[in-house]
């Protein structure tokens, strides 16, 4: 069987959310969150989709590396940072800038060769509790690196919102006020929004924003779908149907016999499965689009196809496109369904899909 699995990525949307974020923050600095490969979509190809970006944000240094060797000339940041001196050459190599969130980080800092300065991003854990200086060590942190002769004297200050989907959390206002307690005396370009809080915690909106989820179309609050921030889907995932058949009342469909055909069923079989990145937990009754009509997914999905019931979709023929989600079906809603997040979905689509870049 040919490869008939395939994602689209529309750079056009992925531009038109950029947009979005710059409405909403308009007087920010936009560092994109393209981490994990552009979230599944695509590292290189993202970055060169957005020109007017100031800045990219990866999680790790060879992602970073990987960017400024495709020809990216914009700010980089390496969200981990780096954790030895020969990582900490690689920065001063590949003109990047780091996030430090450790002690040991500002020793291997103050024991560096010195041949150029490093831009730092100083990041207070606020209540994340994951990476950063705690509030009674931010200050120490801070005047350390102030002192020290490989760093570039315009730090910049950031920390990481922990509960902004979670709408009027308390937690979230506690984290921006220490934030802000903390950093009023220093100098420095201050970060704290992420996608959620830019689009619902206008007081999180500070120098720089770090979008993520949102440039790929997603909404980051668990009620809402991209389009309700007015956001375009990048990501739409297909694949095609390939056989058909006629069940009667009491086959079984798939692994274990998970699901049993009530009344004579018209089962169709779809070229798609938990190998090229589709939830194996999607329970029956998740919907896919043929010929723009919705239809049920039945038992367990395999590895290479799931089975869906066409009863209701008496046009449908072996050839005919299927929808997995995107365009007129959001990925919020099948992860919603599979007991799981977007994110998830759109990093977990494998690399037997082939991708295909519309301008």
Known sequence: ??????????????????????????????????????YGHGLC???????NADGFAVARLNEAILLRKSGCKQRILVLA??????????FFTYKLEAVVHTPEQITILQQASIRQTLTVWLKLDTGMHRLGFSA???????QSLQQCPAVNSAMHLMTHLANADVKLDPTTLAQINLFNNITEAL?????????AAILSVPTAISDWVRPGLMLYGISPFAEKVGADFGLKPVMSLYSKLI?????NAGDAVGYNGTWIAGKPTKLGIVAIGYGDGYPRHAPTGTPVLIRGQRVPIVGRISMDTLAVNLNDNILAKVGDQVTLWG?????????TISNT??????????????FNYLQ
Not at 327 to 335: K, M, Q, R, T, Y
């Open 243 to 247: 056989a058909i058949k006629a069940l």
């Open 327 to 335: 365009h007129a079906l959001p990925v919020e809603e099948i992860a």
């Open 1 to 38: 069987m040919s490869n008939v699995t395939y994602a689209e990525l529309d750079l056009t949307a992925l531009q038109h959310n950029f947009s979005v974020v710059r409405n909403y923050a308009p007087n920010a600095k936009i560092m994109a969150v393209i981490k994990a490969n552009a």
């Open 341 to 354: 997040i977007p994110y998830t979905l759109v990093c977990g689509v494998t690399s037997r899909v082939n």
């Open 45 to 51: 190809e993202f970055a060169n989709a957005l020109p």
């Open 81 to 90: 940072g780096f954790m030895s001196v020969v990582e900490l050459e690689n």
């Open 136 to 142: 009674i060590d931010f200050l120490s942190a801070y």
């Open 187 to 195: 100098v420095g370009e201050c970060s704290i929004a992420n996608s």
